[in-house]
């Protein structure tokens, strides 16, 4: 393609303009004709930038290019009179780009530090999820596959918004939006911002800005297929599921019934009916038979998954009016198989030791059939000085999980006994009987569950001229967040094996008399197998968000001896009620009930406990409450009319927190309230002696376990960016922000999970977290391409964190209450570097290959409060402060890609790496020391193909995790490090083939 520039003004050649190729990254600049070349692009459409000093910078979108035909492109440039600078990032959409390049222009034009990954690189990496792409984000991680964690900052430190709209989660553990819930389909780029500007969430220490692909400039018709092959699970025996379980298509068994029950007339939960009882006794509870218990072995297909997208615009009259519909549609099967190991406890953190001998070791296997789909409709319209645009996005996810554990096999107990008759020396010995017997410990879940994300957005953007072209954009939106837990199913017991066998003497018998011979048995090898059932539990959960949303902005630019500043302020309101419902039956086995089994991985019989009627009483840990959280705030903010090598931008925001949660009792009017017994509680001689630990008073109101926040909180904001080259930049900045407590943490109710050894208690006194940010870049991106080289510098320090410690009861038992509290004061400090380059400059040969990189070094931690480093002095450890839970050492990304446009072969490797991490710290109880749990490091390495042929057909080749490192966390001490959990997730080798028209 040849593009020919010239001065409209003088109708001459325009030397040294600068002509951009978006889409193939490429740039040059106009010899003395005023022409430049670019060979060897392939066959498409393209985005030409044409600029130079003095000239309006110019935009031609859809210029295509036919293969095997030369293109010939004259632009005409017209004089500048006035700085166009904010005219060319709004013509190009920057805000919505998918490129690398433009991503790069949006990060160096952000007030703070933001770091993005769009579309482009998320194609070339194969992720499949926001999850996925968020790793390869400098400073970034996933937790748990699928929590957010920014610079070592969890949920309550991170915002989660799309489009710029804050979203509800219905996670009940987290304030946390799950990020393995939109795919990458609907994805145009993901924002990352780590420092605080007035403008952004109060709670944005680490923010994340999903931004959804947007209407096209012209038709889009594009769809792909894919499969998998799962080395741990497709065509695996080994995968579990049940009668009845596993995704229909589509995943929406939970949706389809109630959502939820009225606890004040003690409805049915999802999933049950109501029948007659016997004469005389009233209706009861029975839950559907249509999904047993009977667990069975399964062999899963391979994963399979489609995704499409579809749109176009148009000029009516002034106005561009366009729209675009995404969908896609996801089926995969995983499996994960590994041990946990136990662990001693002891009052002593130099004691702590692991376990030995029986119960020393658990066989863990987790099955999941996990289905994800979404849709996502955007419809617009602009002309020069107005957009409105309307997004609706949902994605629904599903999950199907079988957790089976085992304890360690015990050793076959023999016993041999004499079988003899008479007496004295009339006694003879005509056999022997043999026991044999042996008991392996167990443990089972059968959870299926839905996850729902959904939003309606309507937002605007206007130039308005009569205010000296000032911004006005603004936004309404309702969001939801549910999660469907229908009739989840634990069972814990052992599996029995017994034998008896009887033996006769041969020559003994023959001389027994015929009275004596029928006072014998004949010969038994009787043998049982079976399962002995200790608990059958079965729990119906809902939790559910709804959010109604608004936000209004308006930037004022000014001049001021000819530099250019700008005022900008705005208001916010997001309104949101939870309500969580928890209904848990502990069902009742009757001792006859006889459960047969082959051996000990035979479950059939465990469907015979689904006959078992629901008792009329639910147990205490059935707790439902509403919760109400209003935040509301205003801002203003100001860039100083500086000139442009120097950019200052400063100003505040006031946000107000209302949270409050109103807890209800399904088993009566009356609750029982556990609490933290303090010094200033405590109110007998009883709880005085028992300071620290965590007592209960029955026959309480439920209002005295209703908790509030409400506070007003104003957060300044500071950032200077000195820039004194074009290609150079150095950026400072200061922010106060927050951190609020979750529902779950500040609700003085029971929520117990897996272990029943231990449950988690809200604390109610909890107070917000605040945190002061100091962060610093340098960057450097020579000629203003995709090169980059930066470096940066973090400090954090956070008043009153939220961490958990594990408190003990009053009672003569070995309860242990996991409880959030705040600690002292907490710090964190990082650094991290950042490099992206093209090889050419080596080699031409090489000029198709790039290499980029980031790497994270952080540290950080956290005061204990004095009643626990008491306790921990008293455990033998030493020090006062521990690092923050969720805390990675060093977070680090490679790639090394090749690209040849000629061919259309592109080849990428992907390495990511987690250093320590500290999935959550020490704490001690009066007489037990509760070590850390810490994740070790794992790198992970993909390979990603792809191939672009036949003008619009695309081939994709996927080879995922080749390393297949084995993930295991350890229990810490000062004095050791105990082995916890070991597994190893598989490795993925994928396909796909997809079009363009």
Partial sequence: MRVRVIDQDWDVPLAEATVQVLEAEKKQLTAEDGNVLFDMLPGGSYTLVISAPGFERKVLNHVVVIPGEAKLEEVRLNGAFVDMDEFVVKDIDLGGGGSTLQLLEIRSQHSGLMDAVGADMMSKAGAGTAAAALKMVTGATVQDGKYAVIRGLGDRYTATL?????????????????????????????????????????????????????????????????????????????????????????????????????????????????????????????????????????????????????????????????????GSYSQKYKYRNGYKFGMMPNQSARETAPLKGEGAKTYVETSTDEQLWSMGLTLGAKNELNEIKFTGIYSHQSLDVVDIRHGPKSEMSTTIDELSIGRGSRKKTYGESQSDSRTRTFSSIMQYTENANGSLQLTGKHTLPWLNDAELDWTGAYNMAESIEPDRRRITGSYVYHRDIVRHYADVV??????????????????????????????????????????????????????????????????????????????????????DAVNEYDYRSFGKLDGLDLPENLTPASIEYDGRQDLTAYYCMLKAPLPEWLELVGGARVESTLMETTVKSPLSDKIVLNYLITEQNAQNDFERANVGRIGARSNVEPKEADAEIDQVDVLPAISLNVKPLEDFSLRLTYGKTIARPTFKEITPVLYQDYDASQVFLGNPDLVMSELDNYDARVEWRPGNATDLIAASVFYKTISDPIQ??????????????????????????????????????????????????????????????????????????????????????????????FEDVGTGLSVGLFYNLKGETYVSGDTATDDTYVPSIVEKPVGTLDLIIGLKFAKVWRLGVEIKNLLNPEIETVYRTPYRDIPNTRYKIGRIYGLSLGCDW
Avoid: C
Avoid at 816 to 821: G, H, L
Avoid at 872 to 885: F, I, Q, T
């Fill in 162 to 326: 799309v489009n710029g709209v804050r979203m509800p989660t219905a996670d009940k553990d987290k304030r946390a939006v799950h990020m393995d819930q939109f795919p990458s389909s609907i994805i145009e780029s993901i924002q990352v911002t780590k420092t605080f500007m007035p403008d952004q969430q109060g709670d944005a220490s680490g923010g994340i800005n999903i931004i959804t692909k947007s209407v096209p400039d012209g038709p889009v018709l594009s769809m792909s297929v894919s499969t998998e092959y799962d080395s741990n699970a497709t065509g695996q025996n080994d995968f579990k599921t049940y009668r009845g379980g596993g995704n229909d298509f589509g995943g929406m068994r939970g949706v389809g019934s109630l959502r939820f029950w009225d606890s004040s007339s003690m409805g049915n939960p999802r999933g049950t009916h109501s029948v007659p009882g016997k004469e005389g006794e009233k209706r009861k509870t029975v839950a559907d038979e249509k999904y047993s218990s009977a667990i069975k072995s399964k062999s899963p297909p391979g994963n399979y998954g489609f995704k499409f997208a579809v749109g176009d615009a148009a000029d009516v009259g002034e106005w561009r009016l366009g729209g675009l519909l995404t």
């Fill in 510 to 595: 023959g001389t027994l008399t015929p009275s004596q011979l029928q006072q014998i048995r004949a010969e038994q090898d009787v043998e049982q197998s079976k399962w002995v059932i200790d608990s059958f539990e079965r729990r119906w959960q809902d939790t559910r968000e709804d959010a109604w949303q608004g936000q209004a902005n308006l930037k004022v630019p000014f001049t001021v001896l000819e530099n250019e500043g700008y005022a900008k302020g705005g208001v916010f309101g997001d309104f949101m009620d939870r309500t969580y419902r928890n209904r848990v039956y502990e069902i009742d086995v009757p001792a006859t009930m006889t459960l």
């Fill in 804 to 897: 958990y410690s594990t408190r003990r009861d009053t009672g003569a038992g070995s309860l242990d209450y996991i409880y959030p509290e705040n600690y002292g004061d907490a710090e964190i400090k990082g650094l991290e570097f950042e490099m992206r380059k093209g090889l050419g400059f080596i080699w031409s040969e090489l000029s198709p290959f790039s290499v980029g990189g980031n790497l994270t070094l952080q540290d950080s931690e956290v005061k204990y409060p004095k009643d626990i480093r008491a306790k921990l002095l008293k455990a033998e450890v030493r020090d006062d402060s521990r690092p923050m839970d969720g805390q990675s050492e060093i977070l680090g990304n490679v790639n090394l890609m």
